[in-house]
């Protein structure tokens, strides 16, 4: 076997003047399709036209022009059946022996502002796709090339055996396969947002590999990290790192936490994160401020964390920064001085991701959750409340202060893992109980790790109270408000024992669980 000849039609023309250049000296006779054609013999690389091929024009704006049994044949044809070499002797027809296809660029036209539902339609490849199945199909005869970064790899065993090898045909066919239904999946991932249908009756979900990571969160596991072809600013896959080692698996699902937090707020946040949970947030008048409220958060659980901020980074911050060891700090981004202060400590990560303020960022997406054999898809937990969402339950209103701080406090256990209680004082939180099996352990966690900070500190649980031994502990530490979702066949309970002690409690009608 040898290659003799080459099908090209690409849309993505990188190399591929210098890639056909090549084959030709080695002899191999190109075929090409419209604007391809065009690049090559503009580039004196001899080449042929498809309807040399098939003896048919193209047709309706070059919507119909590889689609024809001179062109699949070649492709599908077993050159060791006797009966397909027979047919294809006595119908007058050639084998192509290499496809080198990548596809209309649908992705890059969905992406752009405003794009018409007729445009998107259009760059909608079919010609391409089918020729790539074909090829792929009989690998065993045919190479098949969508990406570039193949041409050297296929150009060096063509030059030293005339011929790829078998294992090569099969690893560039199975990577042709992942590409057409990844296509196939943005196609109808396009449909279901055009047409409102988010959880069809199959659904496909496509991503691309970012790096191969160490391993996941234990050594003895198998990692790798993949973003979404689309997807909205303000991410960790946008993140561009400045300094330190590589991304770990844990690293990029706190990275991913503490960015999720930071969205919530529009005024100066720093957020702190430690095994996905919050260990301390705060917000100031500037960036300093804020990130001195999260770290006297909980000085001791930072230590080793992740620190997101939604402004630059400036000198004063990074000075109080570089004081303690963090594995990732991620911010818009680092005036030049602050960064060389950080720079100086050799394994810190530096993530620099642009605009981080709440807004924009903060769009309902949808989550895919694994369980075996299958996955859980909902919509991610962008609600959010004002004042006028609250309903006071008991004798005693919030002050304009508690309201404030209960409504800081809201913000935040939205993320925290459920049972989930949290207590926040003076912009920033004082205690964190996270993860347990029962609302009262959640509370006894937030309130020992609060000390003395309880006392004036305001409460907010991410779930409803199911009996008053919560908001008893409360009113022994001396926290003075409450925020919770209400609905217990025993909120009366819990409504009772807060006016007995003074306590303010408002209810939201949302819960917030997070497992």
Request: hydrophobic share 40%; charged share 25%; with cysteine.
């Amino acid at each position: 076997m040898a290659i003799r000849r080459a099908l090209v039609s690409v849309s993505d023309k990188t190399g591929i003047v210098e890639f056909c250049r090549e084959l030709a000296n080695l002899g191999v006779e190109i075929i090409s399709t419209g604007g391809t054609k065009t690049l090559l013999e503009k580039e004196n690389v001899p080449v042929i036209g498809i309807s040399d091929v098939t003896g048919f024009p193209e047709v309706l704006d070059g919507r119909v022009k590889t689609l024809h049994p001179a062109v699949h044949s070649g492709l599908l044809a077993i050159r060791d059946n006797e009966e397909h070499v027979e047919t294809m002797q006595k119908l007058g027809l050639d084998y192509i022996d290499i496809v080198i296809v990548n596809l209309y660029p649908f992705q890059q036209t969905i992406e752009k502002p405003n794009v018409s539902y007729e445009d998107a339609i259009e760059n909608i490849d079919i010609g391409g796709p089918t020729m790539l199945r074909s090829a792929a199909k009989n690998h065993a005869f045919v190479t098949v090339v969508v990406d570039a970064g193949d041409y050297a790899k296929v150009l060096e065993e063509v030059k030293a055996g005339g011929d790829t090898t078998l294992d090569t045909r099969k690893r560039l066919a199975a990577k042709v396969f992942r590409h057409t239904a990844a296509y196939d999946s943005l196609i109808s991932d396009y449909f279901a947002k055009v047409l409102d249908e988010p959880l069809p009756e199959r659904l496909s979900v496509t991503y691309e590999k970012v790096q191969e990571l160490r391993y996941g969160e234990n050594p003895h596991q198998k990692a790798a990290f993949y973003k979404k072809p689309i997807s909205s600013e303000g991410n960790i896959t946008r993140a561009e790192q400045l300094h330190g080692k590589e991304l770990s698996y844990n690293n990029i699902n706190d990275a991913n936490a503490a960015l999720s937090i930071l969205k919530e707020f529009e005024e100066p946040a720093v957020v702190a994160v430690k095994h996905m949970n919050p260990c301390g947030v705060g917000i100031g008048a500037d960036i300093d401020e804020a990130y001195r409220k999260a770290y006297e958060a909980d000085p001791t659980s930072i230590f080793g964390g992740i620190v997101a901020a939604n402004r630059t980074i400036d000198v004063p911050t990074a000075t109080k920064l570089s004081e303690i060891f963090l594995e990732i700090i991620i911010a818009p981004d680092f005036t030049p001085e602050a960064l060389e202060i950080l720079q100086k400590k050799k394994n810190i990560r530096l993530m620099k991701l642009g605009n981080l303020t709440a807004g924009a960022q903060r769009q309902s997406e949808w989550l895919v959750t694994s369980v075996e054999g299958g996955m859980l898809v909902q919509e991610s937990d962008v609600h959010s409340l004002t004042e006028a969402d609250l309903t006071v339950v008991t004798d005693r209103a919030p002050t304009a202060e508690e309201l404030k701080q209960l409504l800081f406090g809201w913000k935040v256990v939205k993320h925290v893992k459920s049972n989930a209680i949290l207590l926040a004082a003076d912009n920033m939180t004082v205690g964190v109980g996270a993860g347990q099996m029962n609302r009262v352990g959640a509370a006894k966690i937030a309130i020992e790790q609060a000390g003395e900070k309880a006392k004036g500190a305001v409460l907010a649980s991410d779930a409803f109270f199911p009996m008053g031994d919560t908001l008893e502990l409360a009113a022994k530490a001396g926290i003075t408000a409450v925020i919770q979702p209400g609905g217990s066949i025993k909120d009366a309970e819990s409504i009772a024992v807060a006016n007995a002690n003074g306590i303010a409690m408002v209810m939201t009608g949302v819960r917030h669980f997070k497992h």
